[in-house]
């Protein structure tokens, strides 16, 4: 039975090394949805066992208040991946990243270790959530039987350096190169219910082109971004959190539809739109997502 919530507020995912002390302490005071501890490319390869260490005492001493924590391991095609499964799980992580996902056996390979290393430190089956990282043109056409390999898979992110490494291509800063990729993770993450995540903007000068990449992921259908930097973090929760303007039309959509439906009226008009009952469900998100944002006062 799965016990975690796969549909919370995921709007920024933070990269953090766990080998750097510094960074582990207290990334909660940036107010990230979510933290990804690195065990994979941040690690140097003779330095996984230090890593672990790092991580599980981390995991285990430090309050994060209300941060969700994320564990993308190595790969497997590595050596160390069934040990980072060990220690994120005793160490009390709340969910696992697999990079390279290509396939739902991959989903399925991990998913048996998850399980093994839950009974094993004694946590309640399906506690720990499974998130795949999509970094192939492999991973892209099979990305939909990705997103339904498994119930304890709550999303699916884009890593946009391989991916374009594999299209051989490169990052422009303009998206141009991500596009098709982009929306046919989005696409299958709405089919199979999940999440999905964008991959990381790495010139932090520039904030206006990171202003304008988030602009460009949220209108896609994204439910948020990776990021590798605390001052990404304000810019990305501004522009997925719903306006006040947003809120009051969401509130008045799900009023008259209600009101509109018990009386047989199928069509109206709320502040010059005409609005039928297909645009409730949206109404009602934009609602939900305010409420998890924490900017919602109204009743409904």
């Not at 941060?67 to 790969?75: A, L, M, Q, S």
């Not at 141009?176 to 709405?190: D, K, P, S, T, Y």
């Amino acid at each position: 039975m799965i016990q975690a919530d796969k549909m919370r507020l995921r709007r920024t995912m933070m990269f953090l090394n766990v080998q750097k002390p510094g960074l582990l302490k207290d990334p909660y005071i940036y107010r990230p949805d979510s933290l990804i501890l690195d065990l994979e490319d941040a690690v140097a390869e003779s330095q996984k066992d230090v890593a672990r260490f790092s991580l599980f005492h981390a995991l285990r001493t430090i309050d994060y208040r209300g941060c969700e924590r994320i564990v993308r391991i190595n790969g497997l095609d590595t050596p160390y991946w069934k040990e980072d499964i060990r220690c994120a799980v005793a160490g009390g992580c709340d969910g696992i990243r697999i990079p390279k996902t290509e396939c739902a056996q991959d989903i399925h390979i991990v998913e048996r270790e998850v399980k093994k290393a839950e009974e094993e430190f004694g946590r309640p089956e399906g506690n720990v959530l499974l998130m795949a990282a999509i970094e192939s043109a492999k991973g892209v056409m099979r990305a939909l039987e990705i997103c339904e390999a498994s119930e304890r898979l709550f999303g699916v992110a884009l890593s946009g350096g391989d991916y374009t490494k594999d299209l051989q291509t490169h990052i422009t800063g303009t998206g141009i190169e991500l596009m098709g990729a982009r929306q046919n993770l989005v696409i299958a993450a709405r089919a199979a219910k999940v999440q999905c995540f964008d991959t990381v903007y790495t010139d932090l000068e520039n904030m206006e082109g990171f202003r304008q990449d988030v602009m460009n992921i949220h209108l896609m259908g994204f439910d948020g971004k990776s990021i590798i930097n605390p001052r990404q973090i304000s810019m990305v929760h501004e522009i997925f959190t719903p306006s006040q303007k947003d809120i009051l039309f969401a509130e008045k959509v799900v009023r008259e539809i209600e009101d509109k439906k018990s009386r047989g009226i199928g069509v109206f008009v709320v502040d010059g739109k005409m609005i039928d009952i297909a645009f409730y469900d949206g109404a009602k998100r934009t609602i939900a997502l305010a409420k998890a944002s924490g900017v919602y006062k109204g009743e409904l």
